[in-house]
């Protein structure tokens, strides 16, 4: 196997593509964790304090969010990028494992963050759309600049795919044998039908299609299993990119963990073919510049604002072309006087052949860009184009024109270091260092596979199987397994895949909501957290969810689990609704709901539907909760 599996990596090394797929897969799981820094920001008292508002046990969290959310940033734009994927994957660490999000709040593709986090630090993520390539190429003047497509070994976008997708499916796809539902085809249909776990949007029109559920369901278990195998083959890349786009689009907007459903979706960018991206660029690129900008090669400045124009010039628009060599290629700024023509930026509009100089260029330069035509509409606002203006001529006359050279255009007064773990093992190699990487990559592959193996085994097989034995030996085992799997959990993200099975789905027959009246008053408002179908409200979705639908409300109910989140879920959306907690009462409701594991016609409309009946209530007193419900709960 190490054999085969080395020389697999030294084939696919030499196989070079474009770097596109990378840097949009880095800007849309920067994007995504983004998203989720603002929703831990917005909930922080729900999810870090053990009473919201009232018992504020980590004051520093939001600085910390913020701080994270700063190197989310950095690493969406691709700005210090190493820095920012450590960071961002310690972030990740630490507030999963060190914090409530870990036990209570669980957000569902935490460990798929972590997973892509952690192969971030390996991939080239900033060779494509970023800021750090701008810094690169600020090195030099414009003139001296090469442009090229950036490439990267295939390897850069096949490892991350075989193991944080080919391995979650194959793991998933093996739990999935051991539920009836999914084995009837009903996998995708059951969760869909349940109101804790729908978005807004009905889909009963596909759901109550029996045919087209269990072809669906079906479809879900064979793509899982054969995914890791096939991916890559030429002539089934394609299908399984729209299987699995679709699958993951179709959850996404079926149910209310839309963040899980993002971050999925946002990976199959890595399996979009390099050729697609070539064609794309070539039908969103202009054959030919629409606007030719000239620019004083000797001026250090001028050679830093064309850098930066051209590098976020994406669709190709502008040409620029050096002031004292093609100006007089072109009648139109040909006749204008050397000292006037560097002392200004001029531009020349081809279709019309007019001229536009200082502010006027900038304008047109960004109404030429397409996508920053809005801020050059601004530009031209009267007030906002007069202190542009002024702006300009203040910079314009006061910069410094000498001769450039490989060192004197500079932005950069310091060296800066774009050393990553990417060039390490894959670039900066001699013939002797690439046999150690190789030899290096193929073990740290191996011992990933392992970490993967020994969880699917252990929970896929021995735990969905029963298997006890008192065998000191296999004991001893099961006991280093369960060690080993706590570390790669925490730190490659490696966990079973066992979502909505049958273990979860038995005996949910019920759910409850929140409805509160003032003291002086019998109307009833329904507290924005479940509405009258059952269904949990934006922004409830994620990690909220998880904590009501998942561990607050199961097929059981624990009194200590349940007591505790409806005295978090009280104060937290009293405090919000600006609710005078000793001056409400709260309201706890329930109704009956159907699991099945055979399919039922409109099953989704019976369950958003039936009645609720009334049960128990929450009081506060002091910042003191009192609940009051049935000892017996579970019987109504």
């Known amino acids: 196997m190490y054999k085969l599996l080395r020389k697999r990596i030294e084939i696919l090394f030499h196989i070079q593509v474009a770097a596109t797929g990378i840097g949009l897969f880095r800007i849309l799981y920067g994007l995504i964790t983004l998203q989720e820094i603002v929703f831990l920001f917005y909930f922080r008292h729900l999810i870090f304090d053990p009473i919201p508002y009232i018992d504020v046990e980590f004051p520093l969290i939001p600085f910390f969010l913020c701080l994270w959310g700063l190197f989310a940033l950095f690493l969406t734009f691709g700005y210090r990028y190493q820095l920012a994927a450590y960071s961002n994957y310690l972030f990740w660490i630490i507030f999963v494992n060190f914090t409530p999000m870990q036990r209570d709040f669980d957000g569902g593709f935490d460990p798929f963050m972590i997973g892509v986090g952690f192969f971030l630090l390996f991939m080239p993520g900033e060779k494509a759309f970023s800021i750090d390539n701008l810094r690169k190429r600020l090195k030099l003047p414009f003139n001296q600049q090469t442009t090229y497509p950036e490439t990267v070994t295939i390897l850069a976008y096949y490892i991350p795919i075989i193991i944080c997708l080919g391995f979650l499916y194959f793991d998933s796809a093996i739990h999935k044998l051991f539920a009836p539902h999914w084995m009837n085809g009903l996998g995708s249909w059951l969760p869909a039908t349940q109101p804790y776990y729908v978005s807004a949007i009905d889909m009963s029109v596909f759901l109550n299609n029996e045919y087209f559920q269990k072809f669906i369901g079906y479809l ?39 963040p899980f459903g993002l971050g999925m979706l946002s990976f199959y960018t890595l399996l979009i073919p390099s050729s697609w991206w070539t064609s794309l660029s070539k039908y969103l690129t202009e054959r030919t510049a629409s606007l030719i900008v000239f620019f004083d090669d000797q001026c250090p400045l001028c050679n830093k604002t064309v850098t930066i124009i051209n590098h976020f010039d994406i669709f190709k628009c502008i040409e620029f072309k050096s002031a004292q060599s093609h100006a007089i290629n072109f009648p139109e700024i040909a006749n204008l006087p050397q000292h006037q023509l560097l002392k200004d930026l001029y531009s020349l509009e081809i279709k019309t052949g007019n001229v536009y100089s200082g502010i006027r260029t900038y304008i047109k330069i960004f109404i030429t860009m397409r996508y920053l035509a809005p801020l050059g509409v601004i530009l031209y606002c009267p007030g906002i184009f007069q202190l542009a203006r002024k702006k300009y001529r203040h910079i314009a006359d006061s910069r410094a024109r000498k001769t450039c050279d490989n060192t004197s255009c500079l932005i950069l007064t310091a060296p800066i270091k774009f050393n990553t773990l990417y060039q390490s093992f894959f670039e900066d190699c001699t013939p002797s260092s690439f046999r150690i990487n190789k030899s290096r990559l193929t073990k740290i592959l191996i011992l990933i596979s392992a970490l993967q193996l020994n969880s699917t085994i252990h929970y896929g097989i021995f735990y969905r199987l029963n298997i006890q034995t008192n065998n000191p030996l296999i004991y001893g085992l099961s006991q280093a397994s369960n060690s080993i799997l706590l570390l790669s959990q925490a730190f490659i993200g490696i966990v079973p895949h066992a979502l909505y099975l049958h273990d979860h789905f038995a005996g949910y027959d019920h759910i409850l909501a929140i409805t509160y009246t003032h003291n002086d008053s019998e109307h009833q408002y329904w507290l924005p957290f479940i509405n009258q179908e059952g269904r949990l409200l934006a922004p409830n979705w994620g990690r909220v969810h998880s904590m009501w639908a998942n561990i607050a409300v199961t097929p059981t109910l624990d009194r200590t689990r349940l007591d505790k989140f409806l005295m978090k879920t009280t104060a937290f959306w009293g405090a919000n609704e600006n609710l005078d907690l000793n001056q409400v009462t709260f309201h706890i409701l329930i109704k009956h709901i159907s699991a099945p594991n055979s399919w039922i016609y409109d099953l989704r409309k019976h369950n958003m539907t039936a009645p609720w009946t009334e049960i128990g209530s929450v009081n506060w007193t002091n910042n003191h ?3 009051n419900l049935p000892s017996d709960i579970d019987k109504f």
């Open 625 to 627: 909760c009192s609940i």
């Open 220 to 258: 879900i278990i064979l793509f899982q299993f054969s995914f890791p195998f096939f991916f890559n083959q030429k002539r089934l890349k394609i299908i399984y990119l729209i299987i699995g786009f679709s699958l993951h689009l179709g959850i996404t907007l079926t149910l209310n963990i839309y």
